[in-house]
T-cell receptor, first 112, second 115 residues
């Protein structure tokens, strides 16, 4: 089982729709969770962090965390073509030493 | 604040050579992590440093090594290069202590091509 799993996609949504990106993780002791956006040819950019169960909203982005289910999600409301990118889920693990583990990423296409 | 800088941005090396990559973190950040990114494997964890100490090392051969200096700048070295080492090497810095301090900010990366 991979430490952090994401659907590779691609996920295609029409402009203005809600894009839903999902991530599961294996280390039950993980406490910090992050979403990064990576445009083609660029480095990852932090867009959200979440530490407690529930929802965290920042503009058009909402991160959701359920530690009991070991599940993190990212919702993008009113999706724009500029949101087309790969979204990486990252989990901070202290098992076996300090490290941040990234999922393989989900490619999102927003169609105008 | 200036962002994370990495040098060089591009490198072409021959099999068997060695290479050193450099990373300067955001001012005030004490932790630096290194990742290898390839199309097939995604972002793979290499090392994490905090205050000159290696906190963890990923599942890479001993040819990959790194260090962090007292000013938090970090270098990684790859010896005896192999074709499979061709990748984008990313450095990320963070405050390094405290819950919210694990938010990582990435540099532009060094694109290494081994021929």
């Amino acid at each position: 089982q991979k430490e952090v799993e994401q659907n590779s996609g691609p996920l295609s949504v029409p402009e203005g729709a809600i894009a839903s990106l999902n991530c599961t993780y294996s280390d039950r002791g993980s406490q910090s969770f992050f979403w990064y956006r990576q445009y083609s040819g660029k480095s990852p950019e932090l867009i959200m962090s979440i530490y407690s169960n529930g929802d965290k909203e920042d503009g058009r982005f909402t991160a959701q965390l359920n530690k009991a289910s070991q599940y993190v999600s990212l919702l993008i409301r009113d999706s724009q073509p500029s949101d087309s990118a790969t979204y990486l889920c990252a989990v901070r693990s202290n098992t076996g030493g300090f490290k941040t583990i990234f999922g393989a990423g989900t490619r999102l296409f927003v169609k105008a | 604040k200036a962002g994370v800088t990495q040098t060089p941005r591009y490198l072409i090396k021959t099999r068997g050579q060695q290479v050193t990559l450099s990373c300067s973190p955001i001012s005030g950040h004490r932790s630096v992590s290194w990742y290898q990114q390839t199309p097939g494997q995604g972002l793979q964890f290499l090392f994490e440093y905090f205050s000159e100490t290696q906190r963890n090392k990923g599942n890479f051969p001993g040819r990959f090594s790194g260090r962090q200096f007292s000013n938090s700048r970090s270098e990684m070295n790859v010896s005896t290069l192999e074709l499979g080492d061709s990748a984008l090497y990313l450095c990320a810095s963070s405050l390094g202590a405290g819950q919210s301090s694990y938010e990582q900010y990435f540099g532009p990366g060094t694109r290494l091509t081994v021929t």
